[in-house]
């Protein structure tokens, strides 16, 4: 296939990249270096530099290929929420989400698919009850986040293109993930649950999320909301207890949510709060997990730390 892909630097992306390109598709990988030494090269890819606004470069690339991935976006973990954050984190998705859609809405021959990023967070918390795709948004400015981030990718439905948006779990994986931020006190035999422990904590393996993404380019039974996170749902100190087995550390010290607060403001939302999230639509369309247990996934993301 031909495939456009945003986002191609993170760590998402750069793993998928290279997954893609060893499957022998030809790849136009969206960055905004300019410079483009040091990334994955290979036969069929080839990068372009674009600041995720202007839609109009971008025509000529959709024009003619057979699937967009849209993975662009800050980090969300990356900081407080200011509001000047809020801004930042917004404008990094909806707004090159948006410019994808109007590239591909001047393209002559549209693209199949677009497999658009979105995350978990779109349910806000939700104490108890398995939360399938079709379970309404939550409140928060996550949440919010979210539902633009997936209006936007939605508008190329009436352009005659397959949406998938990924709502993707905590990722688990090597060395530039977010799981090396959990390691460190545990390293430091100092870790252990964050606030109650009782909150659901949905996570999935790296291996999975570019698995999912990979699929849903040729799985045209699958659309719309798609739930990225492993069939195996834990609590937040089972994930804590299994990170430690992991690590050959104990998981014996707490930290208060009052100090996550503190230290992280409208962010700690995030991590306090959980959401006992399915992977419903990926169970329907038949996809199987690399890593549906955390055991397995754990192992292999340290390993790769």
Request: positive net charge; contains cysteine; glycine residues 14%.
């Amino acid at each position: 296939m031909n495939i456009v892909l945003s986002g191609c630097t993170g760590f998402i992306g750069t793993r998928l990249t290279k997954e893609l390109a060893i499957e022998g598709h030809g790849l136009v990988s969206l960055t905004r270096r300019k410079e483009h030494s040091g990334l994955f090269a290979a036969p069929g890819v080839r990068y372009v530099t674009w600041d995720g606004r202007d839609h109009g470069p971008l025509v000529q690339l959709v024009d003619g290929a057979d699937a967009v991935i849209n993975l662009a976006g800050e980090s969300i973990a990356k900081g407080r929420w200011s509001d000047a954050r809020k801004k930042v984190l917004v404008g990094s998705r909806v707004g090159p989400t948006a410019s994808i859609v109007e590239a591909i809405s001047g393209a002559k021959s549209k693209p199949g698919v677009l497999v658009n990023a979105s995350a978990v967070g779109y349910y806000g918390n939700v104490d108890e009850g398995d939360v399938p795709e079709e379970y309404p948004s939550g409140e928060g400015f996550l949440a919010s986040l979210c539902v633009q981030w997936e209006e936007a990718a939605k508008k190329a439905a009436a352009l005659g293109v397959r949406i998938v948006m990924l709502r993707i779990a905590f990722v688990v994986g090597g060395k530039g993930s977010a799981l090396g931020k959990m390691t460190l006190p545990f390293k430091m035999f100092a870790g252990g649950p964050i606030g109650t422990g009782k909150q659901w904590f949905p996570w999935v393996h790296v291996s999975d999320v570019t698995g999912i993404a990979r699929y849903a380019l040729t799985a045209e039974h699958l659309h719309g909301p798609v739930n990225a996170v492993a069939p195996e749902p834990v609590r937040m100190k089972e994930f804590c207890s299994a990170l430690g087995r992991a690590m050959g550390r104990p998981s014996w010290a707490p930290v208060p949510g009052f100090a996550v607060r503190l230290i992280l403001g409208e962010l700690a939302d995030m991590i306090l709060g959980g959401q006992k999230v399915v992977p419903s639509a990926l169970r329907k369309a038949g996809y199987v997990f690399r890593y549906p247990g955390l055991g397995n996934a754990l192992d292999d993301a340290l390993k790769n730390d």
